[in-house]
Nanobody, 121 residues
């Protein structure tokens, strides 16, 4: 299995910055993609950003130009640098990995437990 541990959440004022990090561990054979999702109260979980094995990235329209995702394949980590934060960015942020393991030898979605990001004056 894959364990994902997120760090870096917290409270910040509008216009501020935060950096989220996520480390994957376990019986990993390969991680094909890593990313961040978020879920605000009363809303569905949504994709924020994703980075694929070859380095290609995807961003939701509402974070383009403000968030940057990066990955260290040697350490199985992914980070999300968030800048120019807005109150509407407030949510629980979840790390996601699409990985193949020794037990599940096919692509499978793994999730972290989530970290709260609050943007408030």
């Amino acid at each position: 299995q894959v364990q994902l541990v997120e760090t870096g959440g917290g409270t910040v004022q509008p216009g501020g910055s935060l950096r989220l990090s996520c480390a994957a561990s376990g019986s990993i054979l390969t991680i094909n993609a890593m990313g961040w999702y978020r879920q605000a109260p009363g809303r569905q979980r949504e994709l924020v950003a994703r980075i694929f094995d070859g380095g290609r990235t995807f961003y939701a329209d509402n974070v383009k130009g403000r968030f940057t995702i990066s990955r260290d394949n040697t350490k199985n980590t992914v980070s999300l640098q968030m800048s120019s934060l807005k109150p509407e960015d407030t949510a629980v942020y979840y790390c996601n990995a699409v990985a193949v393991t020794t037990i599940r030898q096919y692509n499978y979605d793994y999730w972290g437990q989530g970290t709260q990001v609050t943007v408030s004056p």
